[in-house]
């Protein structure tokens, strides 16, 4: 469970701190004190287009690709590639086993289980694309990724969903949706359909391609300010081609539309290098230290932190008229007797994001790095 601290400093820092950031904002939007308080950019938008929290979930896929290309190398240099379909297989399916859960603490109502998540988009998503990256060539790769996009966008734009027809992007009558309902067993996220779902996996392994690309250019050996500059040019060039597609196929987060790839791995490229610009090149690293605290142990925060959301809302305490759950009764008497609704909302947030970084930071300090 322990790395020597020889592992971290090997590690790229603005990637840990990116990383960190995200893991943060992902924790930050997924707890506010209520959720009928809660300020749009920290909301996701309702179906079509994009807010800042609808950025987080595929930024952290782009990290996955982005981890894969310097890991991969790694260790196909110490180990057989037989070992490292092993350790694929095994971390995927401990990353969905997590995923699981989530979904299924405190009750374990087995018959309510929700099969798909987080967790197991980047269960899935890992596995394929560790495939994709072992068994094909760069340029194969490539053509990998532009045929998802282009397959997906055909699927979802020719396939007819009975009921609707075809190219029906509605939350009732798209494609993806209609499968889900069909194909998952157990609970559904937005009862007849899951914005995690089966279908639109398949264009999220592209997010992680895109960040495996990215690792690419990272390892490339280039002067550090060219790697810079390629970064932010190709960033560009994505977020404009996401923009222009999004003109035909809308940017859409629930659909994981094609064109929102595009758009959130530019968006994600723009971000790394600015924290791969101002901490691996200009080494201003002090003010990262906060993130890259989170960023050494993503997951485990992750899971930690849901299930304690979860056990704060299934634990009641007395209350007048009716019992209330300790989470209500936690930002009823600390937060929402004192601030507006919306900043009371968000101080909770806030609290609980800081206090979950104190609890990581105190295995960061121990050199506790929890491997999965």
């Known amino acids: 469970m322990a790395t020597p601290e020889t592992a971290l400093s090997q590690r790229l820092v603005s990637l840990d701190a990116f990383r960190g950031l995200t893991i943060a904002a992902m924790i930050l939007v997924n707890n506010p004190g209520s959720w009928g308080a809660v300020y749009p950019p920290l909301a996701h938008a309702e179906w079509h287009g994009w807010t800042p929290t609808d950025l987080i979930f595929p930024f952290f896929l782009f990290i996955v690709g982005v981890s894969m290309s310097f890991s991969f ?3 196909l240099e110490a180990s057989d590639r037989s070992h490292l379909y ?27 289980l929700r099969y798909v998540g987080v967790l197991p988009r980047i269960a899935l998503v890992y596995l394929a694309t560790s495939l994709i990256v072992l068994n094909l060539s760069r340029r194969a790769q490539v053509w990998v990724f532009a045929g998802i996009l282009l397959v997906y966008w055909g699927l979802m734009k020719l ?3 009975p009921g609707f027809g075809a190219g029906v992007l509605t939350p009732e009558g798209n494609l993806a949706g209609w499968i889900d309902s069909v194909v998952l067993p157990g609970r559904l996220y937005q009862g007849t359909w899951d914005p995690e779902g089966l279908l639109s996996t398949l264009p999220a392994i592209a997010t992680a391609l895109s960040g495996v690309f990215t690792g690419y250019w990272l390892r490339s050996g280039r002067d550090r300010l060219e790697i810079v500059r390629g970064m932010f040019a190709a960033g560009g060039v994505a977020i404009a081609l996401g923009l222009v597609w999004g003109l035909w196929f809308p940017i859409n987060k629930n659909l994981w539309t094609s064109s929102y790839v595009l758009f959130t791995s530019g968006a994600a490229l723009v971000c790394l290098a600015v924290c791969y610009w101002l901490i691996d090149v200009r080494g201003y690293r002090k003010w990262a230290q906060p993130a890259v ?17 979860r056990l704060l809302i299934r ?15 936690i930002f009823e008497t600390f937060f929402a007797s004192w601030a507006s609704p919306m900043n009371a909302s968000l101080a909770y947030a806030v609290t609980y994001l800081l206090f979950w970084w104190a609890m990581i930071a105190l295995l960061y300090r121990r ?6």
Do not use: E
């Open 315 to 329: 634990i009641h305490v007395p209350a007048d008229p009716d019992p209330i759950t300790l989470k209500q009764w």
């Open 367 to 372: 050199k506790i790095f929890i491997k999965i």
């Open 73 to 75: 190398a790694k260790r």
């Open 293 to 309: 605290v989170f960023g050494v142990n993503a997951i485990a925060v992750f899971v930690l932190s849901g299930l304690v959301t």
């Open 86 to 112: 092993r350790q694929v297989f095994r971390r995927s399916a401990i990353i969905y086993g997590l995923g699981l859960l989530l979904s299924a603490f405190p009750d374990f109502d087995i018959g309510n």
């Open 159 to 161: 396939v007819p969903v």
